[in-house]
């Protein structure tokens, strides 16, 4: 049973950064693409960042490109999701997901069979 458990949320001024991490546990870490969503409120879950299993292939949304940096450690089954330059448009809940025998760049929720429980992050103008 995959488990997937993200931290590092909280509440940040515009212009600060934070670092996600998303500890994954279960299976074979590197049988999976990992991903981080975000979900904002009245607004629908969307795409930010994905890695491929290897960490060498990374995709972004328009809107986090240049911005933030999503890498993984697969020594230690865990990915992460750098966060520079918040802004308040960035406030949501942030997901990891991660998903195996999917196609980059991996930017859809169809990609992922399991996801974590979400993590806050809250950028104050």
């Known amino acids: 049973q995959v488990r997937l458990v993200e931290s590092g949320g909280g509440m940040v001024q515009a212009g600060d950064s934070l670092q996600l991490a998303c500890v994954f546990s279960?299976?074979?870490?590197?049988?999976?693409?990992l991903g981080w969503f975000r979900q904002a409120p009245g607004k629908e879950r969307e795409f930010v960042a994905s890695?491929?299993?290897?960490?060498?292939?990374?995709y972004y949304s328009d809107s986090v490109k240049g911005r933030f940096t999503i890498s993984r450690d697969n020594a230690k089954d865990t990915a992460y999701l750098q966060m520079n330059n918040l802004k308040p448009e960035d406030t949501a809940v942030y997901y990891c997901?991660?998903?195996?025998?999917?196609?980059?760049?991996?930017?859809?929720?169809?990609?992922?069979?399991?996801w974590g429980q979400g993590t806050q992050v809250t950028v104050a103008s």
């Open positions: 890695v491929n299993w290897r960490g060498e292939n990374t």
């Open positions: 279960g299976r074979t870490f590197t049988n999976y693409a």
């Open positions: 997901a991660a998903g195996a025998w999917n196609s980059a760049p991996y930017n859809k929720e169809s990609d992922y069979n399991h």
